[in-house]
């Protein structure tokens, strides 16, 4: 199957590149589904460890394609509108059920789709040009898109997540880290190398234990602190059952660096 994006293997770190320069690494319609049905085939292979996405050229991701998608929409009717907001909702679905983390590499704009692709990772690490736009209501559509009302609020919390949506404006990287979107900002040059390092990281760490931590950051999202410290309790009980903790005593007393499972 060709796929709609370049894909990299190294030892259980996957990088994603959505590979239309040219267009600013626009989506379409087969990048939609064909990133969406990857995670979730990927996903099920229990293979990948972390993963980095990032955008060739000089941009992340600018969002639906102007000419392949915009201008399609307007001659659907409301079911099939629905069908189509429901497909790009698929993505961050995707995106946030896959076991590995998934950490953005955002290298220039990353504009409406785009800014819920980095969004729904889960560390963004941006260059010095990276800028990103929740641009929806530039366009006369609701800030209301992909999970972003959900998601982005837990990010940077309610007034900044409101602000970005009901403006649209472009924000710079020095602001987008200001106001925690972005995790850390590094010169042009040096950030798929800082990305593919945090990425190596989480991939040589503790595998299960990490995917715990992201299925609970994800199903935490809506419980109480009650309820969420017996999740953590459960969850923590399994962790310790796992050999990847004994593995991890074990390093420190012989004085050595863990191998986990």
Known sequence: MTLPFLLERDAGLVTITLNRPDKLNALTFEIYAGLARWLREDAASGDTRAIVITGAGRAFCSGGDVEDIIGQLFAKD???LLEFTRMTGELVRALRAHPAPIVAAINGIAAGAGAIIAMASDLRIASEKGRVSFLFNKVGLAGADMGACHLLPRIVG???ASELLYLGDVIGADEAHRIGFFNRVVAPEALLVEATSVARR?????HFANTVTKVQLEREMDV???????????????CMM???FREAFDAWTEKRAPRFK
Do not use: C, V
């Open 78 to 80: 409301m079911q099939g």
């Open 158 to 160: 309610h007034g900044r």
């Open 202 to 206: 989480i991939a040589d760490g503790p």
């Open 224 to 238: 109480s602190l009650s309820a969420a410290i017996e999740m953590e309790a459960q969850a923590q009980a399994i």
């Open 242 to 244: 796992h050999p990847d």
